[in-house]
């Protein structure tokens, strides 16, 4: 009996020593070396307390990028998740050549999100970008996208979006086929309409999977970090500076070790909370 107790953890101790050796250590480690000042260049290391964090906490440039960042979330998650949920829907129909499309939607997932970004960045280009050549032969004018304060932002969330939208669907597709069609059934032939079927019972048993993807999409964005590095660098003028990459940058661009591990435990908390918040939303009874 004693054996068969501990099977289960033998056969997870594998994953959980990984876990514990990529995640856990790291973690720790940044907590410990935001009490240090140290520098990138020459090696220095004096402890300092928490005078990163007031640092980091007088710093506009922090806010900003935390208000991009903000911003940023408010804006993809809901989009993200409302196409998964439509694309999910639409994928779990009976149509004629619904397979081939079944294949040819999880393509994006496939490539990676460097390789994403470099080709939308290619194709959003301003000078000879295919989407700009588009809108010149339908009769509009040029536009900077990735160029652009107004339009760098929402460019980030279409690149985002075209992995995202796909990868989140197929939790949602796998919610949908393990609902029982008798449950459908039995509303439709008590008169429910599609959507008094779709709101009433599809909706609600989708709880813990819509629940799961928000967290997961939430911790998705907040780490966006590719497609800024490789198209926009965080402008133009800071309008696409998440936080990640305000960490990276002030770490290791401007060396300053220290202030970039309290900027990472800081969303680290952040992160925390807001997940929190939106497991406490979306509770349900049991």
């Known amino acids: 009996m004693r054996r068969q107790q501990l099977l289960p953890y033998l056969f997870l101790a594998p994953a959980l020593g990984l876990l514990i050796v990529f995640n856990l250590v790291p973690t720790i480690a940044t907590l410990v070396e935001s009490t240090f000042i140290m520098s990138l260049r020459s090696g220095h290391r004096v402890f300092a307390g928490f005078a990163n964090y007031e640092r980091i906490f007088n710093d506009p440039i922090f806010w900003k990028s935390f208000q991009v960042t903000v911003v940023f979330s408010l804006l993809v998650n809901p989009i993200q998740i409302a196409l998964a949920l439509a694309l999910a829907l639409l994928i779990n129909q009976k149509l004629p050549g619904i397979g081939i499309f079944r294949s040819i939607y999880l393509l994006p997932i496939a490539v990676s999100l460097n390789v994403t970004a470099i080709v939308w960045g290619l194709m959003l280009d301003q000078n000879s970008g295919m989407v700009n ?121 401007y060396g300053d070790l220290g202030a970039s591990s309290a900027m990472l435990t800081v969303m680290l908390l952040i992160v925390f909370l807001i997940i929190g918040l939106e497991l406490y939303l979306l509770r349900g009874a049991e």
């Open 133 to 253: 050549g588009i809108l010149t032969q339908l009769g509009f004018a040029r536009q900077p996208f990735l160029h652009s304060v107004d339009q760098a932002l929402w460019s980030i969330i279409l690149i985002a979006s075209w992995i995202g939208v796909p990868l989140w669907s197929l939790f949602i597709l796998a919610g949908l086929q393990n609902i029982s069609p008798t449950v459908l059934e039995a509303a439709k032939i008590d008169g429910a309409n599609a959507w008094q079927s779709f709101s009433k019972i599809t909706l609600p048993l989708l709880r813990r999977v819509l629940a799961f993807v928000l967290v997961a999409d939430t911790v998705a964005n907040f780490l966006m970090f590719a497609p800024i590095l490789l198209l926009t660098q965080g402008g133009p003028r800071l309008s696409t500076n998440l936080i990640m990459y305000e960490t990276y940058r002030r770490g290791f661009i």
